[in-house]
C-alpha cells in the first residue's frame, strides 16, 4: 500500500496525517564538567528521556553541530558520542530513534546500535552514504542544502528558492527509489537557515503546500534558528515563542515533522494545531 503520509523507520510506522514533534538531543562535551564522555552520555540520555515523557514522538540524535562556521568533528570522536547514547536509549524508549549525520559509518553503526531513522542534511550525497543506508529498513529525512555548513552563510543565492529546492528534493528522491529504497522510507525537507537569507526562508516556510505536491511528508526545523532572531531581535535562548510560532505555521501548512529544542510547548501547541486541522 502506498499511502503519502506513512512512515516507515526500523520497526516503526509512523501515521504522519498529524503533525509529530522530534526532540533534538545533542551529544556534545559537557564544558562544564571534567566528567569526560560518561558524563556527556548520561546527560544526553536523562535528556532524551525527559523529552520522551514530554511527548516527543521522534528523537534526533547528534554528536556534531551543523551550525554556520563550527569545527568538524572526527568520525572517531563522532561515533563515541552518539553510539552510547543510541545504544542505552533503544534498549529504554519506545520512540523512533534518528542518528543525525552525514558520515555512511556513522550511518552504519548508529542502525546497529538502534537508530531507526537516518536524518542526513546532505541528503545521502556522501560517497557510499545511500549503500549505507538502504542496507536495513531505517526511515530517511533527505535535507536541501547550499553549500556547507562551513561556507553555506557566506553569499546564499537563488532565482527561484522554491524551485530550486523543489527540484533538488524530488531528484534526491527519485535518485534514493531508484537506488531500491522504498517512498515510504523517505521524508523531505527545505533545510532551513542552510544557505539560505531570511527572504528564502520565509519563501520557503510560504510554499510547504507546494513541497508537499513532491508526495512525501515533510520535516521542518526552525526551532531557535537564526532567521527567527532576526525577526524577533532575541538570543538563542530566548526563542521559545517565535520558536513556537514558526511550529504552528510549518504544521498549518502542512508539515508532519517539526524538529525542536523545547518539546512540551511544542507538543502543546502541535495539538491545538492538529485538534483544528482533523475538525469535521
Ligand atoms: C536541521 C537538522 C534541520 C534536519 C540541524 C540547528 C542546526 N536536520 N539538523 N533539519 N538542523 N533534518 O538545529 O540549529 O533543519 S542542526
Same mark, same amino acid.
Given at each position: 500500500?502506498?499511502?503519502?503520509?506513512?512512515? &516507515? !523507520?526500523?520497526?516503526?510506522?509512523?501515521?504522519?496525517?498529524?503533525?509529530?514533534?522530534?526532540?533534538?538531543?545533542?551529544?556534545?562535551?559537557?564544558?562544564? %564538567?571534567?566528567?569526560?564522555?560518561?558524563? %556527556?552520555?548520561?546527560?544526553?540520555?536523562?535528556?532524551?528521556?525527559?523529552?520522551?515523557?514530554?511527548?516527543?514522538?521522534?528523537?534526533?540524535?547528534?554528536?556534531?553541530?551543523?551550525?554556520?562556521?563550527?569545527?568538524?568533528? %572526527?568520525?572517531?570522536?563522532?561515533?563515541?558520542?552518539?553510539?552510547?547514547? @543510541?545504544?542505552?536509549?533503544?534498549?529504554?524508549?519506545?520512540?523512533?530513534?534518528? &542518528?543525525?549525520?552525514?558520515?555512511?559509518?556513522?550511518? +552504519?553503526?548508529?542502525?546497529?546500535?538502534?537508530?531507526?531513522?537516518?536524518?542526513?542534511?546532505?541528503?545521502?550525497?556522501?560517497?557510499?552514504?545511500?549503500?549505507?543506508?538502504?542496507?536495513?529498513?531505517?526511515?530517511? !529525512?533527505?535535507?536541501?542544502?547550499?553549500?556547507?555548513?562551513?561556507?553555506?552563510?557566506?553569499?546564499?543565492?537563488?532565482?527561484?528558492?522554491?524551485?530550486?529546492?523543489?527540484?533538488?528534493?524530488?531528484?534526491?528522491?527519485?535518485?534514493?527509489?531508484?537506488?531500491? &529504497?522504498?517512498?515510504?522510507?523517505?521524508?523531505?525537507?527545505?533545510?532551513?537557515?542552510?544557505? *539560505?537569507?531570511?527572504?528564502?526562508?520565509?519563501?520557503?516556510?510560504?510554499?510547504?503546500?507546494?513541497?508537499?505536491?513532491?508526495? +512525501?511528508?515533510?520535516?521542518?526545523?526552525?526551532?531557535? *534558528?537564526?532567521?527567527?532572531?532576526?525577526?524577533?531581535?532575541?538570543?538563542?535562548?530566548?526563542?521559545?515563542?517565535?520558536?513556537?510560532?514558526?511550529?504552528?505555521?510549518?504544521?498549518?501548512?502542512?508539515?508532519? @515533522?517539526?524538529?525542536?529544542?523545547?518539546? *512540551?510547548?511544542?507538543?502543546?501547541?502541535?495539538?491545538?494545531?492538529?485538534?483544528?486541522?482533523?475538525?469535521?
Amino acid at each position: 500500500m502506498t499511502n503519502s503520509t506513512n512512515f &516507515i !523507520c526500523g520497526r516503526y510506522q509512523l501515521d504522519l496525517a498529524q503533525a509529530h514533534v522530534m526532540g533534538i538531543v545533542n551529544v556534545t562535551p559537557d564544558s562544564f %564538567s571534567d566528567g569526560g564522555r560518561y558524563a %556527556s552520555t548520561e546527560l544526553a540520555v536523562a535528556h532524551a528521556r525527559k523529552l520522551v515523557t514530554e511527548g516527543a514522538a521522534i528523537l534526533d540524535i547528534g554528536g556534531e553541530s551543523t551550525r554556520p562556521n563550527a569545527t568538524p568533528v %572526527s568520525l572517531d570522536e563522532e561515533l563515541s558520542r552518539v553510539i552510547p547514547v @543510541i545504544e542505552r536509549l533503544a534498549a529504554e524508549v519506545d520512540v523512533p530513534l534518528s &542518528i543525525d549525520t552525514y558520515k555512511p559509518a556513522v550511518m +552504519r553503526e548508529a542502525v546497529n546500535a538502534g537508530a531507526a531513522i537516518i536524518n542526513d542534511i546532505r541528503a545521502l550525497q556522501e560517497p557510499g552514504a545511500i549503500d549505507a543506508a538502504a542496507a536495513g529498513n531505517a526511515g530517511i !529525512c533527505l535535507m536541501h542544502m547550499q553549500g556547507t555548513p562551513q561556507t553555506m552563510q557566506l553569499e546564499p543565492h537563488y532565482d527561484d528558492v522554491v524551485q530550486e529546492v523543489k527540484r533538488f528534493l524530488l531528484k534526491r528522491l527519485q535518485t534514493l527509489q531508484q537506488a531500491g &529504497i522504498a517512498a515510504e522510507r523517505i521524508v523531505l525537507d527545505p533545510g532551513f537557515g542552510f544557505g *539560505k537569507r531570511t527572504v528564502h526562508n520565509i519563501a520557503l516556510l510560504e510554499a510547504l503546500p507546494e513541497l508537499l505536491s513532491l508526495g +512525501r511528508p515533510l520535516l521542518v526545523g526552525l526551532s531557535r *534558528k537564526s532567521i527567527l532572531g532576526q525577526i524577533v531581535g532575541s538570543d538563542v535562548d530566548q526563542r521559545l515563542h517565535a520558536s513556537l510560532a514558526a511550529s504552528v505555521i510549518s504544521a498549518m501548512k502542512g508539515a508532519s @515533522i517539526v524538529r525542536v529544542h523545547d518539546v *512540551k510547548a511544542t507538543v502543546d501547541a502541535l495539538k491545538v494545531v492538529n485538534a483544528v486541522l482533523t475538525h469535521g
